[in-house]
Antibody
Framework: QVQLQESGPGLVKPSQTLSLICTVS??????????WSWIRQPAGKGREWIGR???????NYNPSLESRVTISVDTSKNQFSLMLSSVTAADTAVYYC??????????????????WGQGTTVTVSS | EIVLTQSPGTLSLSPGERATLSCRAS???????LVWYQQKPGQAPRLLIY???SRATGIPDRFSASGSGTDFTLTISRLEPEDFAVYYC??????????FGGGTKVEIK
């Protein structure tokens, strides 16, 4: 059973870069069936999708964050990572990594998230 | 960006009752991309429904969902004690950004 675990600093100073790693266990990151995403949720607010990376290295980002976000993969370590630059207090949130899948045919194209990490809290403060 | 509005915010029901949850999109969406999750306190979300109406593996048939265009519904036919949780809808798919509804809490009356 695939499990995801987020790791990284819990406290980041304003204007610095937030860096998180998601370690995948129980399965391979290299798969044409799955792709890998980051989501965050500030306290008391809704979830916000940050972006995702496909097995071929292609990425999609939320336009609201695109100028500051980089998602990458380290297949040798079975990890993928998130970097968010120039952070402010508004970036304080619980950050989750997820595994997503897509299945398609000529008649449908389904997407969903089937595995979530437990989340890691990141606070932006001096 | 597609905004998803879930209602009601909280649903107070008794075990055995029927629960009907709504997810309304700000514009018409591809039903293939509408997903429902269940989340209990301290746990990761659990995939319930994908493609607006297809149950994920292992999901009991008391959970059903339907909808198209801008209006989607998740129904729990007879609430079991383990069904009291928060339910989220999500617009997934190929074109970012993916978005989430704010959730409906189903609580014991």
């Amino acid at each position: 059973q695939v499990q995801l675990q987020e790791s990284g600093p819990g406290l980041v100073k304003p204007s610095q870069t937030l860096s998180l790693i998601c370690t995948v266990s129980g399965g391979s990151l290299i798969s044409s069936s799955y792709y890998w995403s980051w989501i965050r949720q500030p306290a008391g607010k809704g979830r916000e999708w940050i972006g995702r990376i496909f097995g071929n290295g292609k990425t999609n980002y939320n336009p609201s964050l695109e100028s500051r976000v980089t998602i990458s993969v380290d297949t040798s370590k079975n990890q993928f990572s998130l970097m968010l630059s120039s952070v402010t207090a508004a970036d304080t949130a619980v950050y989750y990594c997820t595994r997503d899948w897509a299945v398609s045919s000529p008649y449908y194209s389904y997407y969903a998230t089937d595995v979530w990490g437990q989340g890691t809290t990141v606070t932006v403060s001096s | 960006e597609i905004v998803l509005t879930q209602s009601p915010g909280t649903l107070s029901l008794s075990p055995g009752e029927r629960a009907t949850l709504s997810c309304r999109a700000s514009q018409s969406v591809n039903s293939d991309y509408l997903v429902w999750y269940q989340q209990k306190p301290g746990q990761a979300p659990r995939l319930l429904i994908y493609g607006a109406s297809s149950r994920a593996t292992g999901i009991p048939d008391r959970f059903s969902a339907s909808g198209s265009g801008t209006d989607f519904t998740l129904t729990i036919s007879r609430l079991e004690p383990e069904d009291f949780a928060v339910y989220y809808c999500q617009h997934h798919g190929s074109s970012p950004p993916l978005t989430f509804g704010g959730g409906t809490k189903v609580e014991i009356k």
